[in-house]
T-cell receptor, first 116, second 112 residues
Framework: GAVVSQHPSRVICKSGTSVKIECRSL??????MFWYRQFPKQSLMLMAT?????????EQGVEKDKFLINHASLTLSTLTVTSAHPEDSSFYIC????????????FGPGTRLTVT | QKEVEQDPGPLSVPEGAIVSLNCTYS??????FMWYRQYSRKGPELLMY????GNKEDGRFTAQVDKSSKYISLFIRDSQPSDSATYLC????????????FGTGTRLQVTL
């Protein structure tokens, strides 16, 4: 199956700082990447959809100036949480689809963000 | 009301039991119905998907969709300890590689 990686797997940062999370498709070209957030005992919630070379489309209620998404290549998308606050602490998961993998989203292992 | 409702469990069954996992939903636009399995500290992995109503079988797994009742199920036969994981239902109006709406996931524990 297709492999999607995320880095880092876990990050702790101080309130007010920014943190970047990387999502890579390792063996296919991902024309579309999705970013999800999951709070404890809650559903994965879609934050934004990004297509390579285009601006991301954000879901209602997600601040685009706070959660910066860049999808500059067919194998890499980044999510930057700017001026992080404790309420941003969550599990962030990306998924990717594209190329010969058009009919399924392949998920990364997730990044646990803790803001102190 | 959430668009997708799923009992979070945990659900504990003995090895060999038949497991029934369910989700209900409210959005009649959903056409694609998926079940994902998620092991601890891993991303979700697609198990099965069904388009519109009906049944689909794959080995020990059977997925059922009843659009008239807005109810979907996943059955696992001859459950194994390796099936212990969180099972998430997900739905989409436009496709499996499009925006997905997830349930909260049901944590399953299969005991020896």
């Amino acid at each position: 199956g297709a492999v999607v990686s995320q880095h880092p797997s876990r990050v702790i940062c101080k309130s007010g700082t920014s943190v970047k999370i990387e999502c890579r498709s390792l063996d296919f070209q991902a024309t579309t990447m999705f970013w999800y957030r999951q709070f404890p005992k809650q559903s994965l919630m879609l934050m934004a959809t990004s297509n390579e070379g285009s601006k991301a489309t954000y879901e209602q209620g997600v601040e685009k100036d706070k959660f910066l998404i860049n999808h500059a290549s067919l194998t890499l998308s980044t999510l930057t949480v700017t001026s992080a606050h404790p309420e941003d602490s969550s599990f962030y998961i990306c998924s990717a689809s594209g190329g010969q993998r058009t009919y399924e989203q392949y998920f990364g292992p997730g990044t646990r963000l803790t803001v102190t | 009301q959430k668009e997708v409702e799923q009992d979070p469990g945990p659900l504990s069954v003995p090895e060999g039991a038949i497991v029934s996992l369910n989700c209900t939903y409210s959005n009649s636009a959903f056409q694609y119905f998926m079940w994902y399995r998620q092991y601890s500290r891993k991303g979700p992995e697609l198990l099965m998907y069904t388009y519109s109503s009906g049944n689909k079988e794959d080995g020990r797994f059977t997925a059922q969709v009843d659009k008239s009742s807005k109810y979907i199920s996943l059955f696992i036969r001859d459950s194994q300890p390796s099936d212990s994981a969180t099972y998430l239902c997900a739905m989409s109006a436009t496709g499996t590689a499009s925006k997905l709406t997830f349930g909260t996931g049901t944590r399953l524990q299969v005991t020896l």
